[in-house]
């Protein structure tokens, strides 16, 4: 019981369902620090996870790239950064449920805003489908996207068509908060080496890992181009010198009877 202004006692009625009460309290506490993190991993996390991405990526200025899911251009406008004469290009299918106001527009607006217009392009493209012939990218990368591609097979579908439109000797990375054991399963499948996935870093209450990896490089034992525009098979250096010792000894062979005649004289 408490004292009004005059002094006089106060009656308290008490709070009713106070049980409840605490649990709404505690429960605004882990809402408010939900949506404190989901906010943090927003304007901070995954820009710190998109710099480590690109940064692990040996640049050289003339590639092409492709941002597979590039939402508003995170990875896509970091890319184009690096380029001097190469391009980069986004697909996406733009659904705004994954990505607050998520459309080309944006993306277009944030490049512009980043001075990296000139060197973008952006496209309506299903990652299971990409429109891209094979072995046409240097690099491919792909931020907080495949899982939202439902179902396991529809997963590994787009996964294979990345593999399939990335050059020989060109680099893919993946960033994803599941499934990234999955990823790397498939991108060995289709022949990529030196496939890695990182240590975890929190993004939205969830690890974030990133899967690596490389298109094997062209054999350079299989075909040479040649000036007439057509392709000739090279041999290998083994072959070479198989023939090379085959020749030899059929020229000592063919030499030996003209010594002969010549001592004999």
Same mark, same amino acid.
């Given at each position: /019981?408490?004292?009004?202004?005059? !002094? ?17 309290? &505690? ?10 993190? /989901? ?5 901070? !996390?995954?820009?710190?996870?998109? =710099? ?6 040996? @640049? ?31 697909? %996406? &299918? @733009?659904?705004?449920? %994954? ?16 001075? &990296?217009? =000139? ?18 990218? %240097? ?32 680099? &893919?990375?993946?960033? %994803? ?24 870093? @929190?993004?939205?209450? /969830? ?21 007439? !525009? ?14 090379? !010792? ?20």
């Amino acid at each position: /019981m408490s004292q009004g202004a005059s !002094g006089r006692a106060r009656a308290d009625y008490g709070i009713d369902g106070p049980g409840t009460v605490a649990g709404l309290v &505690v429960l605004g506490g882990v809402c408010l620090a939900a949506a404190g993190g /989901m906010i943090w991993s927003s304007k901070i !996390g995954k820009l710190r996870a998109r =710099d480590a991405l690109i940064d692990a990526i040996p @640049w050289r200025g003339d590639e092409q790239v492709l941002d597979v899911g590039c939402g508003r251009g995170l990875l896509l406008i970091a890319a184009a950064k690096h380029l001097t004469i190469g391009r980069a290009i986004g697909i %996406d &299918v @733009w659904h705004r449920r %994954d990505q607050a106001d998520n459309r080309p527009e944006a993306t277009w607006r944030n490049a512009r805003a980043e001075g &990296v217009a =000139d060197r973008i392009d952006v496209r309506d493209a299903d990652a299971r489908a990409l429109p891209f012939a094979d072995n046409t990218f %240097d690099v491919i990368v792909s931020s907080l996207v495949l899982h939202n591609i439902h179902g396991r097979a529809e997963r590994e579908r787009a996964v294979r068509e990345i593999a399939r439109v990335l050059k020989p000797g060109g680099c &893919v990375a993946l960033l %994803d908060v599941a499934h990234t054991t999955e990823y790397a399963q498939v991108l060995e499948a289709c022949s990529l080496r030196n496939i890695r996935i990182s240590r975890p870093r @929190w993004l939205f209450f /969830m690890p974030a890992r990133t899967v690596t990896g490389q298109k094997p490089p062209p054999r350079l034992d299989a075909c040479s181009p040649v000036s007439s !525009g057509k392709e000739i098979p090279m041999i290998t250096r083994r072959r070479f010198a198989q023939v090379s !010792g085959a020749l030899a000894l059929t020229a000592i062979a063919q030499q030996a009877p003209i010594a002969q005649r010549v001592a004999r004289a």
